[in-house]
């Protein structure tokens, strides 16, 4: 299949283009690299099916031969990352979806948008499931983000009921693993770099707010599991590893695995609307996709720190998923 990849050469992206390569699939990496980076992806050069199209689809879809599945990750993801970004993070995650979803409907493509947990806001169920409609501000500091993905996963829902386009929506929660940017300001990157450089580790706020980390390969099988699974077409779906810890316990546990004595310090809360718990429920994703995460917590943040450590001491990406 030929399958097209917006925000490929992010984090998320990278590996998922990797595994459709691996599954024999032409892939199709759009990307302006306005978070992403070129190093996640040059490893797939050398796939002759693997194709990079260096673009803002803001802009609108390029001219492309047709493709039967639309992956639509593009948009900055990290806190720091569309807080710098916010006119972009909201016009990537409209205008941006509006290409796409039209693309994938003229192609008879499959959609998949990648939303995220911040469509919860700070929560005020817990865990949440997907029928929770979220405590979001519409004006905060996360709102260019957050309100951004609320009206891509309306703008999906548009398409279904208008087109008919056979399109479905994930709310990502937070995902950690190699090849994420190391200075994205996020609490995995964030913790790893100041622990494996003895630096002290800055916990936000009391560190009692709490946080459910998936390793990336298991997001991505669930991502794959989406697009191709015929009964989540206008469907949402969670996913994300429900094993929930506060911030503090991450720092503790990366500090232990990076065999680093650095200190913690506590620092001011992350600004406004930092949300105090976030945990999903997958009871969804489970029956619906035959989904749940496989890698551990510990098995995963070990292969994250090698991969840090790599990176950091040669100035290049480890490549291992
Ligand atoms: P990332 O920043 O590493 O990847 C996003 C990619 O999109 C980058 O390569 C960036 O350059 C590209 N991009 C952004 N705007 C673009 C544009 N206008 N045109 C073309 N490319 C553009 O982030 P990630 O962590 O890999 O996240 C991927 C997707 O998953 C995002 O949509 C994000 O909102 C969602 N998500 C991620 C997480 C997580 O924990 N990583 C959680 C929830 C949701
Ligand atoms: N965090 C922290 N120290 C850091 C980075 C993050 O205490 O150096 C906290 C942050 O306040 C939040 C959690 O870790 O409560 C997760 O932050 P991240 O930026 O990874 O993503 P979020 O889930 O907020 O989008």
């Known amino acids: 299949m030929r399958v097209l990849v917006a925000g490929g050469a992010g984090f998320i992206g990278s590996h998922l283009c990797e595994r459709l390569l691996r599954e024999g699939h032409e892939v199709v990496c759009l990307d302006n690299f306005v978070t992403g980076r070129k190093v996640n992806i040059e490893h ?16 609108g879809a390029p001219a492309m031969a047709r493709v039967e599945r639309v992956y639509h990750l593009a948009s900055p993801a990290s806190p720091p990352g569309y807080q710098r970004h916010p006119v972009e ?25 990648a939303s995220t947990s911040e469509a919860y806001g700070d929560p005020l169920e817990h865990p949440q499931r997907e029928s929770y409609r979220g405590n979001v501000s519409t004006t905060g500091p996360r709102s260019m983000y957050d309100e951004a993905k609320r009206y891509g996963e309306a703008l999906a829902m548009a398409y279904v009921r208008a087109h008919g386009t056979d399109a479905r929506i994930v709310r990502i929660f937070n995902t950690y693993g190699p090849r994420s940017d190391p200075h994205d300001g996020r609490l995995v990157p964030n913790f790893i770099v100041q622990a494996l450089r003895g630096e002290a580790m800055t916990v936000y706020g009391d560190g009692r707010q709490t946080r459910s980390l998936c390793y990336v390969s298991d997001l991505v099988d669930g991502l794959v599991r989406a697009m191709e699974c015929r009964g989540a077409k206008g469907e949402v779906t969670n996913l994300g590893n429900p094993d929930e810890h506060t911030v503090l316990e991450f720092a503790l546990i990366i500090r232990e695995l990076a065999g680093s004595n650095a200190t913690i310090t506590y620092t001011e809360p992350a600004v406004g609307d930092d949300p105090q718990r976030r945990r999903p429920d997958i009871t969804k994703a489970r029956a619906l996709l035959g989904w749940e995460p496989r890698v551990a917590l510990r098995e995963g943040l070990e292969r994250t720190i090698a991969a840090f450590r790599d990176e950091l001491g040669t100035g290049r990406v480890a490549c291992a998923s």
Do not use: C, K, Q
């Open 89 to 113: 993070t909201m016009r990537v995650n409209s205008e941006g979806s509006r290409h796409l979803l039209d693309l994938a409907t003229r192609d008879g493509a499959s959609y998949l948008y």
């Open 44 to 59: 797939l050069a050398d796939w002759p099916s693997f194709a990079l199209v260096e673009h803002d689809i803001i802009a």
